[in-house]
């Protein structure tokens, strides 16, 4: 399967809010988003702004602790997770498949530690921390949805 990649640059938090805004509306049920990058460059406020736009109305905080957490947005649920504690094979009993192939949209925090149990079809965010204000934000769609995704904003922007 053909990757897509595109390199973002966020100026401020509302650039990469906009980012996760526009992302959000173009998913569907099953999609899973698989966050990587520095310690506190901007996955949970990512995954806050996520959440946000899927019309989630509760505070969205990082589940470090309790690994996975559920939230009723307005057309789907939004599943949020933290496998940074997790080695693979606990993860690999959590039944994970029930979340990324269930009835919401999944952001996997740290999924660099879970790639091999992935669906084969993802978008993929690395957040580089570039100074106060500034990420790079390299992503890479693996199918659909995503790639066309990632190709309107190449050519339209966001």
């Known amino acids: 399967m053909q990757s897509v990649d595109m390199t973002y640059i966020s100026n401020s938090e509302a650039d990469t809010v906009k980012l996760a805004e526009h992302l959000a509306k173009g998913c569907r049920p099953g999609a899973v988003i698989a966050l990587d990058g520095d310690l506190g ?9 996520f959440a946000k736009a899927l019309g989630v109305t509760e505070v969205v905080n990082s589940p470090t602790f309790t690994i996975i957490k559920e939230y009723e947005g307005s ?46 079809l993802y978008l993929h965010l690395f957040i580089q921390y570039e100074g106060e204000q500034s990420r790079t934000i390299r992503l890479t769609a693996y199918g659909e949805p995503f790639a066309t995704q990632l190709n309107e904003i190449k050519w339209r922007g966001i």
């Not at 460059?41 to 702004?49: C, H, I, V």
Request: proline share 7%.
């Open 75 to 120: 057309e789907m649920p939004f599943y949020h997770m933290d496998v940074y504690r997790v080695g693979m094979a606990e993860a690999d009993e959590l039944g994970l498949d029930e979340y990324f192939y269930g009835d919401g949209v999944t952001i996997v925090e740290w999924s660099s530690i879970i790639t091999p149990l992935l669906p084969p």
């Open 41 to 49: 460059a901007g996955k949970t406020r990512f995954s806050q702004a």
